[in-house]
């Protein structure tokens, strides 16, 4: 099967999420600066959550780019992918109204970890559909940035009760290390065409 419905669909999905974080911003009553400030832990919240799901938007293009065909167990994957994704709104306006707090902090950090884990399992059903002499499998090889994210994820969460700000700087920082764009994907197809 081909994969331009995978792809049409995530697109769809993930812009309606990002449309929603937005719509989830509450506008100032004021019309001086000093009116953004109670709403600044929401706005922080969503520019790190769309930083995020620009990210996954960015390297699921590539991960299907590097696909060939899908199969049920890609589909399933996917749609595993972004239920994940789609709780990044819900997990974005619990934190940001809560201002930071632990609980919050703590399940905005599972859904992030969920969604890790979920892009991995994408990422195994598209190398089995594909076979392990693949480009993506051979692109992605031992994928330390991917086994080091959850890592940070479950200290960022363990961290949310002790320290949210640590926390919340370790959101940051996983999504420092996804900000520089990969481009093993990319280097494969070229030298594999």
């Not at 589909?75 to 930071?100: C, D, K, Q, R, Y």
């Not at 892009?119 to 940035?145: E, F, H, R, V």
């Not at 363990?158 to 640590?166: D, I, K, Q, V, Y």
């Amino acid at each position: 099967m081909g994969k331009g419905r995978i792809e049409a669909f995530s697109d769809g999905v993930i812009a309606i999420i990002i449309t929603i974080m937005v719509l989830d911003l509450k506008v100032p009553h004021g019309d001086g600066l000093d009116a953004l400030v109670p709403l600044l832990p929401a706005l922080l919240t969503y520019v790190l959550s769309f930083v995020y799901v620009g990210i996954y938007w960015n390297n699921h293009h590539h991960l299907l780019h590097a696909c060939s065909r899908v199969d049920g167990r890609v589909l399933w994957a996917n749609l595993h992918l972004l239920f994940w994704l789609s709780l990044f709104p819900f997990a974005t306006g619990w934190m940001g109204e809560n201002h930071f707090h632990a609980l919050p902090s703590a399940g905005y950090g599972v859904v992030l970890l969920m969604a890790a884990v979920a892009y991995y399992l994408l990422q195994l059903a598209i190398i089995a559909a594909q076979g392990p002499g693949s480009t993506l499998a051979q692109a992605l090889g031992s994928d330390l940035k991917g086994k080091l994210s959850p890592l940070i994820y479950l200290a960022a969460i363990g961290a949310a009760f002790w320290e949210p700000a640590l926390s919340e700087g370790l959101y940051v920082l996983v999504a420092l290390l996804w900000l520089v764009p990969d481009r093993r994907i990319e280097r494969a197809l070229v030298g594999h065409r």
